[in-house]
């Protein structure tokens, strides 16, 4: 089973810039669906952006679209999430999460069986 450990996270100001980071241990050979979600107090998780580790395209919520971008190292099995000119909406308890590569053709997070532990990210106006 792969372990996911999500960093990078801080506080910053509306406009800014933060990059997270989910390192993967014990990463096999299956490919894998990737994605970063958040989930803000009083809210419903919701998904961010995900990514084949395989090289599929990334998908995005509208509301990141433009402004988030996911990427991966497979030399270091590392997602990471660039995150640019950040609004208080975005701020929330980041995670990221591994699951079967099909689930990068779906929006749910709920079928993610393996998540780290989160990092969060605070956006002040």
């Known amino acids: 089973q792969v372990q996911l450990v999500e960093s990078g996270g801080g506080s910053v100001q509306a406009g800014g810039s933060l990059r997270l980071s989910c390192a993967a241990f014990?990463?096999?050979?299956?490919?894998?669906?990737m994605g970063w979600f958040r989930q803000a107090p009083g809210k419903e998780r919701e998904g961010v952006a995900r990514?084949?580790?395989?090289?599929?395209?990334?998908v995005y919520a509208d509301s990141v679209k433009g402004r988030f971008t996911i990427s991966q190292d497979n030399a270091k099995n590392t997602l990471y999430l660039q995150m640019n000119s950040l609004k208080p909406e975005d701020t929330a308890m980041y995670y990221c999460?591994?699951?079967?590569?099909?689930?990068?053709?779906?929006?749910?997070?709920?079928?993610?069986?393996?998540w780290g532990q989160g990092t969060q990210v605070t956006v002040s106006s």
């Open positions: 999460a591994a699951g079967p590569y099909y689930l990068c053709g779906g929006s749910g997070s709920d079928q993610f069986r393996t």
């Open positions: 014990g990463y096999s050979y299956s490919l894998y669906c």
């Open positions: 990514i084949n580790t395989g090289g599929g395209s990334a």
